[in-house]
């Protein structure tokens, strides 16, 4: 999981990204594929069972204002309990998955802010830090630039989906951009 390739990750997240906003759930399916076997090195049938999480947790998080974050928050603690024991990292499974939501709350938070005023874009680059820092055992600070590059990316997905979700549009071109930008700089350090 520490030895990713920042291009191949980024690309899979941006198509993820695409398919989550227009519900389309079985080419979600397929991207996570790609995202858990690029991003956390798992053999492919684990890559199966871990992209099953990733595709329940975000089915569960989709709806809003009605969602399910407990569901989202299990869904994902599996996922990390999966890449825990396959390559026996330090990080705390629950923990884990208690930061992955709380990125996702952020980005919400973000994406509404009729209904969160106070949301800022500071506070989900502090989330994604926060989730990067305890996933690699790294001081949080040193992986800022990579959260900033994520964040970047989700607000160019953000005005993507504003503007109507068009799949062609140039924008998805500049969210990957973004994303392996993050991913690159995460690569760096871990």
């Given at each position: 999981?520490?030895?990713?390739?920042?291009?191949?990750?980024?690309?899979?997240?941006?198509?993820?990204?695409?398919?989550?906003?227009?519900?389309?759930?079985?080419?979600?399916?397929?991207?996570?594929?790609?995202?858990?076997?690029?991003g956390f090195?798992?053999?492919?049938?684990?890559?199966?069972?871990?992209?099953?999480?990733?595709?329940?947790?975000?089915?569960?998080?989709?709806?809003?204002?009605?969602?399910?974050?407990?569901?989202?928050?299990?869904?994902?603690?599996?996922?990390?309990?999966?890449?825990?024991?396959?390559?026996?990292?330090?990080?705390?499974?629950?923990?884990?998955?208690?930061?992955?939501?709380?990125?996702?709350?952020?980005?919400?938070?973000?994406?509404?802010?009729?209904?969160?005023?106070?949301?800022?874009?500071?506070?989900l680059v502090?989330?994604?830090?926060?989730?990067?820092?305890?996933?690699?055992?790294?001081?949080?600070?040193?992986?800022?630039?990579?959260?900033?590059?994520?964040?970047?990316?989700?607000?160019?997905?953000?005005?993507?989906?504003?503007?109507?979700?068009?799949?062609?549009?140039?924008?998805?071109?500049?969210?990957?951009?973004?994303?392996?930008?993050?991913?690159?700089?995460?690569?760096?350090?871990?």
């Amino acid at each position: 999981m520490r030895t990713f390739d920042p291009v191949r990750l980024g690309n899979a997240e941006a198509d993820a990204w695409v398919f989550y906003y227009q519900r389309r759930w079985f080419a979600f399916l397929r991207a996570a594929l790609v995202l858990v076997r690029a991003g956390f090195g798992l053999s492919w049938p684990r890559s199966v069972q871990g992209a099953w999480y990733v595709l329940r947790g975000n089915q569960l998080w989709a709806p809003f204002p009605d969602n399910d974050p407990e569901g989202a928050r299990e869904q994902m603690r599996r996922f990390y309990a999966l890449v825990h024991r396959i390559h026996r990292e330090s990080f705390d499974v629950d923990e884990a998955a208690r930061l992955e939501i709380g990125w996702w709350r952020a980005h919400r938070e973000m994406q509404h802010r009729d209904a969160y005023p106070d949301a800022t874009k500071e506070q989900l680059v502090d989330a994604l830090a926060t989730l990067y820092a305890h996933l690699y055992a790294v001081p949080a600070g040193s992986v800022r630039a990579a959260a900033r590059g994520r964040a970047d990316a989700m607000a160019v997905s953000d005005d993507w989906v504003a503007a109507g979700r068009d799949p062609r549009s140039p924008a998805i071109e500049v969210e990957r951009q973004a994303l392996v930008r993050g991913y690159t700089a995460l690569r760096a350090v871990v």
